[in-house]
């Protein structure tokens, strides 16, 4: 059940990109999330609010453009109320392998950190 809810939450995430909604974001990242990873060679490091507003600022979104989705969850580890996902996923072009760091939380799993790695151009 709990990985059934896992690969939820992850879908959620993915969607709230691919179809570029702040209220997805909110839905699927704890509100204390932090998002980080190099991106263009920089530290980007974003909470989750800032993070909804970056992911409702790309438009017309993925969906709106008729691309491809493509998510890949790689694993999932539990362990008690906490989880560690790798997923790879295409984003603005690139293809994302992140690691999400979830918490289970009054019976609904949210994501409560995001580090991002950047594999290179989306294919």
């Excluded at 998510?71 to 994302?96: C, K, N, P, W």
């Amino acid at each position: 059940m709990s990985k059934k809810s896992i690969e939820k939450v992850i879908q959620l995430y993915f969607d709230s990109m691919f179809e570029s909604s702040n209220e997805k974001v909110k839905q699927s990242f704890h509100p204390n999330a932090i998002i980080a990873g190099v991106f263009g060679g920089k530290f980007v490091e974003m909470n989750r609010d800032a993070f909804g507003k970056f992911v409702e600022k790309n438009q017309p979104s993925a969906k709106a453009n008729n691309e491809e989705p493509k998510l890949e969850i790689v694993s999932i580890e539990i362990a008690g109320d906490t989880a560690m996902a790798r997923v790879r996923d295409d984003y603005l072009g690139l293809t994302f392998l992140d690691t999400l760091s979830l918490v289970k939380m009054e019976k609904h799993w949210v994501i409560y950190n995001k580090l991002f790695h950047i594999e290179g151009d989306a294919h």
